[in-house]
C-alpha cells in the first residue's frame, strides 16, 4: 500500500526540524539534471497515452514518488528557511 502525502509529510517532519539554514537553501535547490527531467517527460507523456511498458511503469512510479519525497523535504526545508530568515 502506497503512503499517502500526510503520512509521508508526517513522517518527515524530524527531518525538516533538525535542518540548518545551509542545508534548507541546498535542499530548496534541488534539481533534477536535464537527462532526468527529459526521461521524466517522455515517461509521462507515455503514461498518458498508456503505452508504458511494465518496466517504464515501475520507474515512472518510483520517479513520482521521489519526487513527492523531494517535494515534501522542499517545502519543509521552505519552512524552516522562512523561520530562521535564510533564503
Known sequence: MASSPVTLTE????LG???TPEVARRVIDL????????????LASKSSLGSLTTAEREEY???????????????????????????
Open 31 to 42: 534539481r533534477a539534471s536535464p537527462e532526468a527531467s527529459a526521461r521524466m517527460q517522455l
Open 61 to 87: 512510479e518510483s520517479c513520482v514518488a521521489a519526487g513527492t519525497f523531494i517535494a515534501i523535504l522542499q517545502a519543509k526545508a521552505r519552512k524552516m528557511a522562512g523561520r530562521d530568515g535564510a533564503t
Open 11 to 14: 513522517l518527515l517532519d524530524p
Open 17 to 19: 526540524e533538525c535542518m
